[in-house]
Nanobody, 125 residues
């Protein structure tokens, strides 16, 4: 599975941005897809995930109510709609994929075998 993330950029606080991650290879509809982010000097952290079989979504508390993860199986693409962005959201955002997933482990980066190259999101006025 190859992943290509895009859509990052510079955005003002309170603004919106949509990230995309195009996948190739594998059976996309069965993949659990996720977004992680890594700020300078910090560990890579879970942001959101969406399961392939059920479409159920999971979010980090820090983004719940502001970010929305979605997927288009026909386009083999996962999205992250980011609203009401704040400076603490500044990070490199990575999409990730897993072909099998234990629900209780969905937030663990070790569960994801496939990673995209990352896209930078900078929040600044």
């Amino acid at each position: 599975v190859q992943l290509q993330a895009s859509g990052g950029g510079l955005v003002q606080p309170g603004g919106s941005l949509r990230l995309s991650c195009a996948a190739s290879g594998g059976t996309f509809s069965r993949l659990t897809m996720a977004w992680f982010r890594q700020a300078p000097g910090k560990e890579r952290e879970f942001v959101a995930a969406i399961r392939g079989t059920t479409g159920t979504t999971h979010y980090a508390d820090s983004v719940k109510g502001r970010f929305t993860i979605s997927r288009d199986n026909a386009k083999t693409t996962v999205y992250l709609q980011m609203n009401n962005i704040n400076p603490e959201d500044t990070a490199v955002y990575y999409c990730a994929a897993a072909s099998g997933m234990i629900l209780s482990s969905i937030r663990l980066r070790e569960q994801y075998a496939y990673w995209g190259q990352g896209t930078q999101v900078t929040v600044s006025s």
